[in-house]
């Protein structure tokens, strides 16, 4: 563990608290004497995801975030939606109980909740991830997105316009 401030290795424990499944230590740096704060997350065990190439990698939650965010990126969402988000996949993957999961699996889990989050981000993350081949295909999964319009909640904003889905597909290409 390294100090956040002088870089250094050593620190001691001068607090630890355990809140449901994290455990919060607060730390003194040795060094330095500055103090931080870390949390410990049990993980209940390792899981892998299954790529489509086959090749096995194991699961980051650092990586699903930054995946999400970027689909998030400058959408009006409330603080730590996101954050809450990636949580309840994360859950749902252990709670499984599976060593293995196919990325197509945690794909779709992102893709059911994105769709209740914000449609936006939702096609982005879709047209990435199911690698739209065309502009067409991108529409007809607007359009299939404006047939489910009365399941939206009420807070959910506008269906994006032919202009809207443009933009996404250029955003895609850069
Ligand atoms: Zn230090």
Redesign the pocket.
């Known amino acids: 563990m390294y100090?956040?401030?002088?870089?250094?290795q050593e620190?001691k424990v001068i607090d630890s608290r355990g809140l449901d499944e994290v455990v919060r230590r607060r730390r003194k740096?040795?060094?330095?004497?500055?103090r931080f704060t870390t949390y410990e997350r049990i993980q209940p065990h390792d899981i892998f995801v299954i790529k489509k190439d086959g090749r096995r990698e194991e699961f980051s939650r650092d990586k699903l975030l930054s995946g999400i965010r970027k689909a998030c990126e400058k959408r009006p969402l409330p603080t730590g939606a996101i954050d809450k988000f990636v949580d309840a996949i994360e859950a749902e993957l252990y709670k499984a109980g599976k060593s293995e999961v196919p990325s197509s699996y945690i794909g779709d889990l992102v893709m059911e909740g994105l769709r209740k989050l914000d449609h936006i981000a939702y096609i982005r993350f879709a047209s990435v991830y199911r690698e739209f081949a065309d502009i067409g295909a991108l529409k007809q999964e607007v359009d299939s997105l404006a047939v489910r319009r009365e399941l939206a909640p009420a807070n959910q904003l506008p269906l994006p316009s032919s202009e809207v889905v443009n933009s996404i597909a250029g955003h895609k290409r850069r």
């Open positions: 100090c956040p401030y002088c870089g250094r620190s740096c040795l060094a330095c004497n500055a």
